[in-house]
């Protein structure tokens, strides 16, 4: 094995064995007269990461019907019934990405809309934001929803004035029809899943944490097999799966550099678009009990698992902190996180940095939710989607994206939380400086998965991973070593 030298990009930097030897000046003699020579155009920023995304709603996209940018209830339909031939008429119609708030009539719709497209078919179509659904009569009826059943703890089923189901489930009412869907065959999610690692490759990212159920890690490890991953992987686990990694022994960091294990996902609270953010206010839905939360925290910290609390309100965000509170420095390696933290009340934001709880968040919901937020948080929104202030808090900063929901596309987020916010003049002073918002893309996210001697930084000794940027593109990014995307010359 010879070394590599990354050439023509600024810095220049030599690796060795999928590692950095040098960087900048030196770095040609480091790797010496042998090394092969790889020359890129553009700047060599550490390897960008995304510290909140889901690979299993990206992969199911490329198998069930997408309903991103259907600008009304009307075209959504008819991509519904342009999909249904495709299913047989006992099969799941599913797909994702409706966003209703964008349609001229903005009101949620209903079952009897959908099952005349669907063709009578059994139909579970997720919102953008993943904490509501669109379902069908037959898939109610399959799933043993009618007038009688109870709302499940944390959820709702939405009901017309005579008590009937609407056919919209929210937040854990939509696990009641979800757990009917038969799961897709092994091959065809291990094939959907390599697509949507080379995709991530090819916007820039090197490492990714996701947020999905067992289904996709097993996924993983059989693509893992056969050789490095496009993108580095690190998993965080659902909470209904803690009982399971707390008999095996499983702890955050298990695993490799490629493909590895980190957290325990838990929800507090749902969304703004789905109105089931838990807010200060009142309004909201809890997902968890505050006693199901603490003792969650408690078992996972005695486990030696971090914790990734999901938690959008000003509400859930102070249960959050409230729950962390009695555990800081619970283990060497605690890492605590709140997923989104996008509404955070301006005392809390010292209690989040005196506690060293981590705010995982995600630019470019801020410019899709600006209108919404306007609407529904008018008096907060000036600790919303506040990156700057926290990061003036002392808060730890980790970016992602939460793709499906919005595009994975790390630029698009570095632009979000930099140039967009002032150009909007929306609440300008929250906006960070580029470096701020790089830094959350590679340091900070890599600290945020126990990655900080590996990965986020240029250094001699880390892996070599790199996003190479030119004129706001990308234009190669290097994982291990190794090239795993490259755009072709113009």
Known sequence: MEPVLFAGCVPEVAAFDGRIIAVGVGA?????????????????WPGLIDSHIHLEGLAERR???????????????????EWAPAVPKDGWITGSGWYNDLWPDPSFPNRRQLDQAAGGRPAYLRRKDGHSAWVSTTALRVAGIDRTTADPPGGVIDRDDVGEPTGIVRETAMELVAKAIPPPADADLDAALAHVLADLARVGLTSVHSMDTARTLGSLQRLRAG??????????LPLADLPHAERIGVRSGWGDPWLRIWGVKAFLDGSLGSRTAEMLDGSGTARLTQHDLVDTIERCARAELNVCLHAIGDGAVRRALDALAPHRNAWSRWRPRIEHAQCVNPKDMIRM????VIASMQPVHAAADRELADALWPEVTASSYAWRAL???????????????ETADPLAGIEAATTWRRSAKWHPELALTRASALRAYTSGAAYAAGMENEVGALRPGKLCD???VADGQVMATVAGGGITWRRKPS
């Open 353 to 356: 940095a005196r506690l060293e």
């Open 466 to 468: 790199m996003t190479v």
């Open 63 to 81: 198998v069930s019907v997408d309903l991103t940018g259907a600008t009304d209830r009307a075209a959504a339909l008819v991509r519904v019934k």
């Open 391 to 405: 990061e003036r808090a002392g808060v730890k900063l980790a970016f992602g994206s939460d793709a499906p929901v």
């Open 227 to 236: 050789g490095p991953l496009p993108v580095r992987v690190t998993y965080n």
């Open 28 to 44: 040609r003699a480091a790797a010496g007269r042998k090394a092969e020579i790889v020359r890129l155009r553009g700047a060599a």
